[in-house]
């Protein structure tokens, strides 16, 4: 069934309800009573002359993996996209507030990137690295140049996943030690090596993991027992109480104690082989890190013989806006750093950079990666890398997301159920919450509900969180002004909506 959660508008299941929505974005934005127009652009996608919508669930429920799910009761069937926006196969655009989960990191086909693998596909696409090619050779000094320390040396891969499981390998092997630590609420890869190390129950399967990976309390301002509105680097605070004072969280310090009682009371002998955690957590639901954390969380690890490892497959190449990588907001240097997602704006590619001490332990056997570096791969990595310097995104992830969420935390005034506000850059979560007091998630069909308002009025965004409670907010870091406006319009009216269906 077609239908519209307009207000005054009220179409019936018929043809011409199938016709309204299906009519251009900005003759639907307008016809839309309070709704601004979506902002106008200079694209003409093409027309789909593919397979049509029936056919394609059709052939997902047979032939495609079951665990594959879709977002929406009616999914988006997508048919191309370009920067910001993306559009479905009937012509109708959206606002890509989720950018492929956080992935497309400079514009959907930008033509900076398209062309750079257009001219390296007729060049040479596939050799492997058992012969010299120059692409990984310029693309690994190009992408260590954007590091700090001794960060000096790549393995690349084909994604975040393989990514961190590399990584785990060598913390191990460089420290002789197999226990590792990892956060609670954290997602570092489904693989089955990595679903130990990831702690969120909804991303594990009953069947034994885990093995050598021990978990933290998460330091979550919000939702943890510590931390309040003086503890997060960012244009929006928890609005809780806490003992903290300004530039100062304190509540770092007992979330770290918790770090040493795993270490105390978990390693073999005090030791341990590494420590893992993103600066802010993606498919968590944009919890950040209280200010200062991985700062004194790095030195107890470090005190203990370990490594310390800094998951940059969402937060890296500038999306925080403040700083080029996660962890640089936490004032840290890690022995290993991992990345994929926009290092490549969606071409499938993920790398581990570390010293040339730690990366030494794998030449204790023979180490290969089939597809890993190679030459089309590399050539849309170095075109993102310059992309991101010559159209500043960085600066624009700071200029816009701090308007974002800034006009975000004007939102949660308005509403109740709006519990927090969080993020940085254009990496930006909204926690809904029953009531501000309890903070009780609010229930799926709820935050569902609000969630297909949105899709039905143009904006696409993501969820997460333990609860699914979360709204994801990490967009192509080309995003403007105008399209948060239009956004926050769409936002506002979802959670009016809501409101009268209560």
Known sequence: MIRTTCNKLRLPASRDAWMFYHRPTAAISSAIDGLP????????????????????????????????????????????????????????????????????????????????????????????????????????????????????????????????????????????????????????????????????????????????????????????????????????????????????????????????????????KGKVAAFIAEAIQGVGGAVQLPDGYLKKAYEKIRAHGGLCIADEVQTGFGRLGSHYWGFESQGVVPDIVTMAKGMGNGYPMGAVVTTPEIAATMGQALHFNTFGGNPVACAVGSAVLDVIDEEKTQALCADVGTYFIQALDSLRSEFEIIGDIRGKGLMIGVELVKDKVSRDPLPGDEVASIWEDTKEMGVLIGKGGLFGNCLRIKPPMCLTKADVDYSLAVLRRALQNHSQRQ
């Open 37 to 268: 127009e979506m902002p106008p652009h200079d694209f003409q996608p093409s027309t789909h002359d593919g397979l049509d919508f029936s056919t394609v669930l059709n052939i997902r429920k047979k032939n495609l993996n079951p665990a594959l799910f879709t977002f929406y009761r009616k999914p988006v069937y997508i048919h191309q996209g370009h920067m910001q926006y993306l559009w479905d196969t009937n012509g109708r655009r959206y606002i890509d507030l989720f950018a492929g989960i956080v992935t497309v990191s400079v514009g959907h086909c930008h033509p900076t990137v398209g062309r750079a693998a257009q001219e390296q596909m007729k060049k040479l696409w596939h050799t492997t690295n058992i012969y010299l090619h120059p692409k990984i050779h310029e693309y690994a000094e190009k992408l260590v140049s954007k590091l700090p320390g001794n960060l000096k040396v790549v393995y690349v891969t084909n994604s975040g996943s393989e990514a961190n499981d590399l990584a785990i390998l060598m913390a191990r092997l460089y420290t002789g030690v197999f226990e590792c630590v990892s956060l609670r609420n954290c997602y570092h890869g489904a693989s089955p090596y990595l679903m130990g190390l990831t702690a969120l129950s909804t991303w594990r399967y009953n069947s034994p993991t885990g093995f050598g990976f021990h978990h933290t309390m998460n330091p979550d301002p919000y939702r943890g027992p510590w931390g309040g509105k003086h503890c997060r680097d960012s244009p929006a605070q928890p609005g809780r109480q806490c003992d903290c004072v300004e530039g100062e969280c304190h509540a770092k310090d007992m979330y770290v104690d918790q770090l040493e009682d795993v270490l105390r009371y978990s390693m073999p």
